[in-house]
């Protein structure tokens, strides 16, 4: 099969053959019809995340192998199914979980397959969708979208359950309790969606692109903040008329994370999502005298996603704005030169 490829040492993306996998067990084989764009393989292309002081955390350490097929937001059609296989068919479009766990330990046996020490994560450690075609490792993992248009249903794989799961770690709050969410890209875009579509009325979303945040508050946003210029924290907490009842950091550097957690209230909540890397220091008396809870948040359950598709389904969940691209290797490598640069509203989705 034809897939494209990032090799160690290099940032270019390359159009590689290598042999379509034939499924066995419960494996189901799919041809790939969308694959979005996900910031993550900006990191992935670069071989490694910013770990602050700590210097950097290289995949290569982590058993990562190149050359790389990336691409984890995936919506494609069965075309082979292994012999233990009961639900699937060669015909159906499925969109695909992706974070796979080992399938063995307390986590996965509990159905947190996000939560395993031993991921096989596809498009990170095992080939993904930016390719003709992608193995699943078990039907459980893929998920009927009928109904959905499939280029924003691939979305709901990462961004869309990234969002969705760092919601429910901020919620149940009361509508008017004020939530920040940094970050105005496609996850934070959905995630101000998101936040809507439960119910949630006080929302600030923040960002650098003016028109980033046009797009927050057409899709829900009540408040709206530029995160560039002085006391960054100080402008949040005017502009939600006080302290924030959490704040949900899609970027997750030094800046963020630091004026994140000035802002928030007694008893606030930080939950880090973003992997833009740096670090946060934090004066443990205050964090004890103001009750506060700093969290991380890494994508989400099958539930998660299973549960999120359902909202899809119900048209509680606001659409945010696709672009769409042609799944070359000339796309994939713009498509993240994009994402690198940043200010992109919405999310590239590469379509077959």
Known sequence: MRAFAVVEGSTSIVDIEVPTPVPEGSQVLLRVIH?????????????????????????????????????????????????????????????????????????????????????????????????????????????????????????????GLTAYSAVNKVLPLLPEEPVAVVGAGGVGLTAVATLRALGHEAICAVDLSEENLRVAGRIGASEIVRSDGGDFSGRLVEA??????????????????AASYSALRKAGKLVQVGLFGGELTMATVLNALKMLTVQGSFVGSPDELRQLVSLAKQDLIPTIPIIREPLTAESVAASLDRLSRGGVAGRIVLQA
């Not at 302290?243 to 963020?256: E, H, K, L, M, R």
Request: net charge negative.
């Open 35 to 159: 694959s979005g764009v996900c910031h993550t393989d900006t990191h992935l292309r670069q071989g490694y995340y910013d770990l602050g002081s700590r210097g950097e955390l290289r995949l290569v350490d982590r058993g990562i192998s190149y050359p790389l097929v990336m691409g984890h937001e995936v919506v494609g059609v069965v075309e082979q199914v292994g012999p233990d296989v009961t639900t699937s068919s060669p015909g159906q479009t499925r969109l695909v979980y992706p974070w796979i766990g080992c399938g063995e330990c307390r986590q996965c046996e509990n159905g947190q397959d996000n939560h395993c020490a031993a991921g096989r994560n596809l498009g990170v450690a095992a080939h993904g969708g930016y390719a003709d075609h992608i193995l699943v490792p078990d039907e459980k993992y893929l998920i009927d979208i009928e109904g959905l248009d499939p280029a924003w249903a691939a979305t709901l794989a990462c961004s």
């Open 240 to 257: 939600c008329g006080e302290p924030v009842a959490a704040v949900i950091d899609f970027v997750n550097n030094s800046g963020t994370a």
